[in-house]
């Protein structure tokens, strides 16, 4: 079992910057994608960035591409999102998620995780 823990989300203006992390409890992460997935309210679950098992190949959905970066680091068990340049429509609760049976690429389909977290919310103001 894999418990999945976020931090670092908050109220920022626009044009700021947070980074997100997710902790990982239960079973080493360094055979998983990892994902990085958000809702907004009266949304559905919308795709951000994921990475492969080894970091060497990320993914971006395009609304965050060139201003969020995804990126892991294996020994502590953890993965990051540095978001830049946030806009209000940003705004949503960010789960990470851990894929164990796609960690040699970074899927941006939810039904290729398996575990995920309890959610950051991120409240980007105008």
């Known amino acids: 079992q894999v418990q999945l823990v976020e931090s670092g989300g908050g109220l920022v203006q626009a044009g700021g910057s947070l980074r997100l992390s997710c902790a990982a409890s239960g079973r080493t992460l360094s055979s998983a994608a990892m994902g990085w997935f958000r809702q907004a309210p009266g949304k559905g679950r919308e795709f951000v960035a994921a990475i492969s098992r080894s970091g060497g190949t990320t993914n971006y959905a395009a609304s965050v591409k060139g201003r969020f970066t995804i990126s892991r680091d294996n020994a502590k068990n953890t993965v990051y999102l540095q978001m830049n340049n946030l806009k209000p429509e940003d705004t949503a609760v960010y789960y990470c998620?851990?894929?164990?049976?796609?960690?040699?690429?970074?899927?941006?389909?939810?039904?290729?995780?398996?575990?995920w977290g309890q959610g950051t919310q991120v409240t980007v103001s105008s």
């Open positions: 998620a851990a894929g164990f049976a796609y960690g040699g690429v970074a899927p941006g389909t939810p039904n290729r995780y398996d575990y």
